[in-house]
């Protein structure tokens, strides 16, 4: 049982590290090829901080544990919006000023729908799979459209200069991608082996794992770098960071393990993970687009009620799994 609690700590301090050496050196590595910095910077905001929930989720898949896969997934993106963005709203109110956020907020809502309506089967096949992840593919093009045609957005001036505190040199770049790559893989699989056997020990169920655990675990980097872009005053990065992860993590982390195998949903993702995703994901976007000549922020208000929400949920996850 200490094994398994010391591989999940263990696991999680290199997944959040060896993520943040992936995302540098892949960065510095497209910039030096000649990759457009808006390019990287979506790249970035979407790939990057959901790394760590895409290979969760994909050796989970693997190894046969769906339950997990499908729950690191949704709870991640109720972590991001309640833990992270309630947090960081009750240190300081958000206001957004970026419009590529208030166009993306949108599409995190309607892929937010497409995974409701693909849970109605109760299954995730190999087919919805493959739909997420062509979906994935049009946004990402979408995106890199409005980036190319469109003017300066204060979320792309943001995260460039963000990028470019971090220089690095082509070879160093190289370098990090690869063995950020590899640690990231073996924390992955310590962290899935151990989360696996601490809920065979305590009769918990690999999806509760997920939506606990392993999605707090994996939102570590978001959180990060949430905090970090708030000190630095960069607002529409914060929630550009939950966006762009939740977005990724609807579409390519469930596609992907869908793609892997076939994953049967439990009844209680339909009638409870998925409603408290929703009605959060409904909440930012709110906030977030702003109504009635309101300016789109996210006050302390609103900020405490996100955070009391994900509270009240993972409470009651916990004692449900007591009974």
Do not use: C
Not at 137 to 150: C, E, K, L, N, T
Not at 194 to 214: H, K, N, P, R, Y
């Amino acid at each position: 049982m200490l094994l398994a609690i010391g591989a999940v700590v263990l696991g999680l301090v290199l997944l959040v590290w060896s993520a943040d050496r992936f995302v540098d050196g892949a960065a510095a590595t497209a910039g030096h090829l000649g990759l457009p910095s808006l390019l990287i910077g979506i790249l970035v905001i979407g790939f990057g901080t959901s790394a760590p929930e895409m290979m969760v989720s994909a050796l989970a898949a693997w190894q046969g544990n769906p339950g997990l896969a499908l729950g690191n997934a949704y709870g991640s993106n109720i972590t991001n919006i309640g833990l992270i963005l309630g947090l960081v709203a009750l240190l300081s109110p958000l206001t957004v000023h970026s419009q590529v956020i208030r166009q993306e907020l949108p599409l995190l809502g309607g892929a937010t729908l497409i995974s409701g309506w693909l849970l109605l089967d109760a299954q995730v096949t190999r087919l919805d799979g493959w739909l997420l992840l062509v979906l994935l593919v049009g946004v990402m093009g979408f995106s890199i459209w409005r980036a190319r045609s469109g003017a300066t957005d204060a979320l792309m001036v943001g995260t460039e200069s963000s990028l470019a505190e971090h220089p690095m040199t082509l070879r160093a770049g190289i370098l990090w991608t690869l063995a950020g790559l590899v640690v990231l893989i073996a924390s992955s699989r310590l962290l899935v082996w151990g989360a696996v056997q601490i809920a065979q020990a305590f009769g918990v169920s690999d999806l509760v794992i997920g939506l606990t655990v392993v999605a707090v675990g994996t939102s570590l980097p978001e959180l990060a770098s949430s905090i970090s872009a708030l000190r630095k005053n960069e607002h529409d990065l914060v929630l550009g960071n939950v966006v762009g992860s939740n977005l990724f993590n609807s579409l390519a982390v469930v596609g992907l393990a869908g793609v892997i195998t076939p994953i049967d949903a439990e009844r209680a993702v339909i009638l409870r993970d998925w409603p408290v995703m929703a009605v959060l994901t409904l909440a930012v976007l709110i906030f977030g687009i702003g109504w009635r000549g309101r300016q789109g922020r996210i006050n302390r208000f609103e900020g405490g009620a996100l955070l009391l929400v994900y509270l009240a949920y993972n409470a009651y996850l916990i004692s449900s799994e007591m009974v």
